[in-house]
């Protein structure tokens, strides 16, 4: 493993399904997911990858059974809170990406104090996607370059520079490796646009069975790819 991605993305699917398979409600896979994220921010960092960034709820999985909403709602606000000390032990700088203006007052207030109080930490990079589309996000960067244009804020042309540094991820690197688990293969409005020269690996296994050797797995299929950008 002699080439290690900068920036890994993951879609974190298969809770539900693993839960299941183990018997177990739907609920106590999402539990079971959400320690499995620690586990692999940490792994991350001890294999030098710098940024990690997880999609956690999408614009989309508001429509999913109230309950479940409910206890996925309740199970990030938890997390969260305890991100402040995940981040101070291990030098990690908190982002959340989407937007939150649906959320809870307390949930908001939580995800500014912990960008707030992590960005100045250097170690692992680390975005939650949480209520993020990437349709959603161009549609809001393209709102606000207007605003901005009309207003006199923004002069000159408007090249792609100047439309990134409107979306979410303003300042991050795209992804170099997107990683999906539990067996689906497609990116569900996932970083469209960050994903243009990504690559892709996907994986049956579900999400809370995703360990450090799994991801071992991806970053050497990464390491065994010609990454081209269009070129010969």
């Known amino acids: 493993m002699n080439k290690?991605?900068?920036?890994?993305?993951?879609?974190?699917?298969?809770?539900?399904?693993?839960a299941r398979s183990k018997g177990m409600p739907?609920?106590?896979g999402h539990t079971m997911g959400a320690k499995n994220v620690e586990t692999i921010c940490r792994a991350c960092h001890?294999?030098?990858?710098?940024?990690l960034t997880v999609y956690a709820f999408s614009t989309e999985n508001w429509t999913r059974p109230d309950d479940e909403v409910k206890a996925i709602m309740k199970l990030l606000r938890h997390y969260l809170k305890t991100c402040f000390t995940l981040a101070r032990d291990n030098d990690m700088c908190v982002k959340v990406l989407g937007d939150i203006?649906?959320?809870?007052?307390?949930?908001?207030?939580?995800?500014?104090?912990?960008?707030?109080?992590?960005?100045?930490?250097?170690?692992?990079?680390?975005?939650?996607?949480l209520n993020y589309g990437s349709r959603d996000e161009m549609l809001r960067a393209v709102r606000s370059l207007v605003a901005d244009r009309e207003s006199g804020k923004i002069t000159g042309e408007i090249d792609?520079?100047?439309?990134?540094?409107?979306?979410?991820?303003?300042?991050?690197?795209d992804p170099d490796?997107?990683?999906?688990?539990?067996?689906?293969?497609?990116?569900?409005?996932?970083?469209?646009?960050?994903?243009?020269?990504?690559?892709?690996y996907f994986t049956d296994v579900h999400w809370p069975a995703f360990d450090e050797k799994?991801?071992?797995?991806?970053?050497?299929?990464?390491?065994e790819r010609n990454r081209r950008y269009g070129g010969i």
């Not at 290690?4 to 693993?18: F, K, M, Q, S, T």
């Not at 959320?103 to 692992?124: P, S, V």
């Not at 990134?164 to 303003?170: A, E, F, N």
Request: aromatic content about 12%.
């Open 160 to 173: 792609e520079q100047v439309f990134v540094s409107y979306l979410d991820t303003k300042g991050i690197p």
């Open 4 to 18: 290690i991605p900068e920036h890994v993305a993951i879609i974190l699917d298969g809770n539900g399904r693993w």
């Open 214 to 223: 799994e991801l071992e797995k991806a970053v050497k299929s990464y390491g």
């Open 101 to 129: 203006s649906r959320l809870d007052e307390d949930m908001r207030e939580t995800i500014l104090r912990l960008e707030e109080e992590t960005k100045d930490y250097g170690g692992l990079h680390f975005q939650i996607a």
């Open 46 to 51: 001890n294999m030098g990858i710098r940024y």
């Open 26 to 28: 739907r609920n106590y």
């Open 177 to 200: 490796l997107l990683i999906r688990t539990s067996g689906e293969q497609r990116l569900s409005n996932f970083l469209l646009w960050q994903c243009a020269y990504t690559e892709f």
